[in-house]
């Protein structure tokens, strides 16, 4: 997004650079989405007084990982993924190598950001357009059967539901779009190369895209399946964790 502001138009690192709910207050696609908000106009993001409860997509909601199954679609219906092979290689030993670097906190790593980038540089909005659709399609076949019901009776409790996802902005949104969630959070991808984080929603940076969203609320419950989400999972009084293998609720992570 360009202002006219020349240190604003300075590109950012993926590690850096926040969403746009808290750059600049607006409710936008990428980042923060109300439900009410369409492709153009932009919405201030604002929880109202109401208790919140929190969800996780992938191996919450949902069966596998959305963003490895696209990569995975990508390869078994596109020659694009293969010509790029020796890109993909390349961001496949920059993960083992962020595997064996020490954490310091819970916080989003470039490193993290970047072997990503590189497992995933085939992809072009030409490609998302293609084949995006018919992956969706296919994906929402393995939703859990509670996960519509359940967000629905969240919703009719009186309260506030928000899905707080890292999967990309391209496939989170339409695989949800039926849930009728009240705010959706995603990975902000960069729309002219969709393989390029602009946000990565991920780990304690979700507590950021949280943050003006929540305004002080009181987050009365949270799904998830991952133990990356505990920073997400801390902020609600009930933690419900979910066995990404068969959707079921376990003990806490």
Known sequence: MKTNSPSANRRPSPRTRQPAALRQGYGRQAAVRHKSAKAGPRRAAVVPDKPVVLFDFDGTLSAGDANTGFWKYCFRHSLRPWIFLPVVLVGVIMRGIAAII???????????????????AYISPALVRKLAPGFIAEHKKNRWGWALAQVAKERANGNITILTSAGPDYLILPLVRDMDFD?????????????????????????????PLLNGGVVVRAYSDNATDRPMMSLAREQVWIDPKTGARVSPR
């Open 102 to 120: 020490p954490r310091r906190d819970n916080r989003v790593r470039r490193i993290d950001i970047v072997w990503r980038q590189w497992f995933r």
């Open 183 to 211: 705010y959706i959070i995603a990975s902000e991808m960069d729309p002219w190369h969709p393989w390029r984080y602009r946000f990565f929603n991920y780990m304690a940076d979700k507590i950021d895209a949280l943050s």
